[in-house]
């Protein structure tokens, strides 16, 4: 797994298809940002179409083509998450982050995932990882019930989901020191706000994966502007999660 995961937050196929040609050969990993226009807004691909190919792959059962290049992380900002993991784990997402107003929803689609589809703490790694997205405002102390089924932690480093470009909140320092300090083997990876001056700091406090939106797909060269973070991800010693 990648330490430099850019994010990809499409209105439609068109513009997933033109985002994935430009970093083709370039990681392995990405995540798409799943947001159904309830949860958060504004909603992505796929709920800004009707029909196209999630749906038809969904209902046929087929691996979509991107999740046979890269290693996709479905971001699933979404008020039905147990019905949309289904979804994504059909298709060949490989990591899920599960977002949701109270805990009873994550628990409830954490048993579900384990009945319907086998999954399971480290039974098989390979296959489907589970995380679970934390704001910075959110109970800390409910990750308690849950910790010991779940693979990741993703720390929400902007105020506001759902959004590239917003700035960069450094109260995401205190949720990394206390999932470091409480769980100090769970991975830790950062979504939102990270840019060439905050992953410096994120790397330094124990951060093993970084989520890049707007740091990237604004940058004049795309590419380059990946080795730039893959470099520095170097510097500290994290070559993989």
Request: charged share 20%; net charge negative; hydrophobic share 45%.
């Amino acid at each position: 797994m990648g330490a430099i995961v850019p994010t990809l937050l499409v209105a439609d196929e068109d513009e997933l298809e033109e985002k994935l040609a430009k970093i083709d050969g370039i990681v392995t990993d990405i995540q798409i940002d799943v947001i159904d226009g309830k949860f958060a807004i504004p909603a992505t691909w796929p709920y800004t179409e009707t029909s196209n190919k999630f749906t038809q792959s969904v209902q046929q059962g087929e691996i979509l083509s991107c999740c046979e290049k890269f290693n996709i992380e479905a971001d699933l900002m979404v008020t039905d998450i147990a019905e949309v993991a289904d979804k994504w784990s059909v298709v060949g997402a490989s990591r899920l982050i599960l977002h949701a107003t109270n805990i009873a929803d994550i628990e409830s689609t954490l048993t579900h995932l384990e009945k319907y589809f086998g999954y399971e703490k480290n039974t098989a790694p390979n296959i489907i990882l589970i995380g679970v997205a934390l704001t910075v405002e959110d109970d800390l102390t409910l990750l308690e019930s849950i910790i010991n089924r779940i693979n990741f932690i993703q720390c929400m480093g902007i105020a506001h989901v759902g959004l590239q470009g917003e700035p960069f909140d450094e109260r995401v320092f205190n949720t990394i020191q206390y999932v470091r300090s409480h769980y100090p083997n769970m991975p830790i990876q950062v979504d939102g706000g990270v840019s060439l001056n905050s992953a410096p700091a994120l790397l330094k406090v124990g951060v093993s994966r970084l989520i890049i939106g707007s740091a990237i797909w604004k940058a004049p060269d795309v590419v380059e502007r990946i080795h730039e973070f893959e470099d520095m991800v170097q510097q500290y010693g994290i070559y993989e999660s």
